[in-house]
Each structure stands twice: as structure tokens, then as C-alpha cells.
């Protein structure tokens, strides 16, 4: 072996030395990745970290395409396995045989459609407003986004509480002053006052 390759065979362990040190999420997956792919033979862990690093300083920095492209991924991956689990249904005679693809099947397309979602959800994000009700002591979160289907109600006007009026109950006091009778003689009205 010659110096140089020496020299790049330590510096190439001192990284992997250095990333088995470090304790952060990049590091961890780096290592993680590595022991999934027969320890290193398949890939190298440093230029790994390097290739994590660069992702996630572009993520820092706004731009998140590389997230919308692993979604997008995943997402086909679970509708592929999602039919190719479909289409091993029948094939298979024993009920656990079918109960056990099927679940797997079920389980990919509900991953999907909430993969699918969270993509949705990271390209058009709601609006959230925190809002201190009246006569609460805490904070709500309340969502004012417009749904795209809006339904209208057939009945969306607010109608004003209203008296029941018929013609006899129309005025309960008639304003004037009742005759006396024998029991009590010198009732009187206490005041003329007009009501209508």
C-alpha cells in the first residue's frame, strides 16, 4: 500500500470514528443505513453523513423538494404493494393465507392515503389562528379554512325569535282601567299609560 492510500484508508476511519461519536439524528440514521447494507461493503459511511448533511441543510433552508420527492416515493411504493397484494388474493386458498394479504393490502393503502395526505398538507398548509374565546380561560385553535365543497343549508338565514301574535292574545293589558267589583272597591288603575 502506498502512503496516500494509507492516508485516505485513516482519514476515511477517523470519519467513521468521528460519526460513531457524534450522537445526532443524521449520525444515527447514517449508522442505521449502513448496518441494513452488510456493514459498509455496499457503501461508505462518511460520504454518506456528508450526503445527509447537505439534505437536511437544504430542508433548514427552505427548500423541500426532496421531502415532496420521498413522499411521492412512498406513496407509489404502498399503491404497488397495495395492487400486487390484490392480485396475490387469488392465488391463495386458506383463509389465513387471505386474512394475512389482505391485512397487508388494507395496511398499504390506508399508509398511502396518509402519506398522500401529509404531502397534501405540506404543499397547501391551513391557515391556524389561535383565538381567545369569551369567557375562557385558556387558548382554542380554530381552523378558518373555506372547505372546497362548501354545502349551503336550505335554511341558512338566521330568523329573529319571533312572538306568536293572534288576533284575540294581541294586547295581554288593554291599558284602561278595570271596573270595580264588590270584593274590592276602590281598586283603581295606578297610572294611565298608553301601551300599543
Given at each position: ?56 441543510e437544504r430542508v433548514i ?113 288593554t291599558g284602561r282601567t ?19
Amino acid at each position: 500500500m502506498t502512503i496516500k492510500s494509507l492516508n485516505e484508508e485513516r482519514s476515511r476511519q477517523e470519519k467513521i470514528n468521528r460519526s460513531k461519536n457524534n450522537t445526532n439524528s443524521l449520525s444515527s440514521a447514517a449508522m442505521a443505513i449502513n448496518k441494513l447494507h452488510d456493514h459498509g461493503r455496499l457503501l461508505d459511511v462518511p460520504t454518506l453523513m456528508d450526503e445527509l448533511t447537505k439534505s437536511s441543510e437544504r430542508v433548514i433552508d427552505g427548500d423541500i423538494t426532496e421531502i415532496e420527492q420521498i413522499l411521492m416515493t412512498q406513496a407509489k411504493m404502498l399503491d404497488y404493494i397495495f395492487y400486487d397484494s390484490l392480485n396475490h388474493l387469488a392465488d391463495l386458498n386458506m383463509v389465513n393465507q387471505v386474512e394475512a394479504i389482505s391485512n397487508i393490502a388494507f395496511r398499504a393503502q390506508s399508509q398511502c392515503r396518509k402519506t398522500l395526505s401529509t404531502l397534501a398538507e405540506l404543499k397547501h398548509p391551513r391557515r391556524v389562528m389561535f383565538v381567545k374565546q369569551q369567557n375562557n380561560a385558556v387558548n382554542q385553535q380554530i381552523n378558518n379554512q373555506e372547505a372546497s365543497g362548501s354545502i349551503e343549508f336550505e335554511n341558512s338565514k338566521k330568523i329573529a325569535n319571533k312572538v306568536v301574535r293572534e288576533k284575540h292574545l294581541e294586547k295581554m293589558d288593554t291599558g284602561r282601567t278595570l271596573d270595580t267589583v264588590s270584593i274590592n272597591q276602590k281598586t283603581e288603575a295606578v297610572e294611565i299609560f298608553n301601551r300599543s
